[in-house]
């Protein structure tokens, strides 16, 4: 009687908490990540003599001089300015020209629209090492070399692919309904693009513009094959510029470097739960 009770007793569970090895595998992870973010930030607030003495140690003392150098210096604000203007334009291209292709691909249906829709895919598979050269040429050819549309236009292109693949699933999960009922109120396709799909697709645009956004201003390779003045210079290139330019003042470095990712990051992290969210309604949808 008592091995029949014992059998049928289930082994205790730990109240959901899961295994301590995932929880320091994942605080391991984190540390990976942000360690060098912290090393960073901290880095600036010394002097190149305590880098030196002692690389991994806190600041001792504290030195605000090579922050507040760099908010001072209007080079800095002219490269995030441009990197401001570059972004915003590239991510309204990519929202407003993506959200029309997807809604044409999600709600008719024609011949060709796989093909179309593959098309698109495939441009994942082409990231932009490959078609620097040729993209130089055009642009050069355009004559958009060291201005920010050369710029601000491939980029657009290159994020569209991205952009389809997640705002179809959104525009394609909108019922059939809605579209027939505003027919019968006289709501023409355009009335019903611009009052039910726009609103109803607000999640994805959100996460394509949130993406787009961060990747333009993370930008390096394309800004450094088109832009060649400094005065057109995105944050990133001014980054490699000034620490070209102070490669003996390792601290200032860090702190010209730490003020620059920080608009990524805090835009990132303010937003995260926007880009899950829109990411898990285009894999449902």
Request: hydrophobic share 50%.
């Amino acid at each position: 009687m008592a091995t029949s009770t014992t059998a049928g007793r289930r082994p205790r569970t730990s109240g959901g908490w899961g295994s301590p090895v995932v929880y320091f595998a994942a605080l391991l992870l984190i540390g990976v990540m942000i360690g060098p973010v912290i090393y960073i930030i901290l880095g600036g607030f010394r002097t190149n003599s305590q880098i030196t003495v002692s690389p991994a140690g806190l600041p001792d003392p504290w030195v605000y001089t090579n922050y507040t150098d760099t908010l001072t210096n209007p080079v800095f604000w002219r490269q995030i300015g441009n990197s401001v203007i570059v972004s915003v334009a590239t991510t309204v291209g990519i929202v407003v020209l993506g959200v029309m292709a997807s809604y044409v691909l999600a709600r008719y249906k024609f011949r060709g629209r796989g093909a179309l829709y593959a098309l698109f895919a495939s441009g994942l598979m082409f990231p932009v090492t490959v078609a620097i050269t040729p993209l130089f040429i055009l642009v050069k050819n355009l004559g958009l070399v060291d201005t920010l549309p050369g710029v601000i236009l491939p980029q657009i292109a290159f994020g569209l692919p991205i952009t389809v693949i997640i705002l179809v699933p959104f525009l394609r999960a909108i019922p059939k309904e809605l579209e027939e009922a505003a027919a019968i109120d006289r709501c023409s396709r355009l009335g019903f693009f611009w009052r039910m799909v726009i609103p109803l697709s607000v999640p994805g645009l959100i996460t394509v513009g949130i993406l787009s956004f961060v990747n333009s201003w993370n930008s390096y390779l394309l800004p450094l094959f088109i832009l060649n003045n400094q005065d057109t210079f995105t944050l990133p290139l001014g980054v490699q510029a000034f620490a070209s330019a102070y490669s003996v003042d390792t601290a200032k470095v860090l702190a010209f470097t730490s003020l620059s990712m920080i608009p990524a990051l805090v835009f990132f992290s303010l937003f995260e739960r926007r880009i899950v969210g829109g990411l898990t309604g285009a894999v449902k949808g």
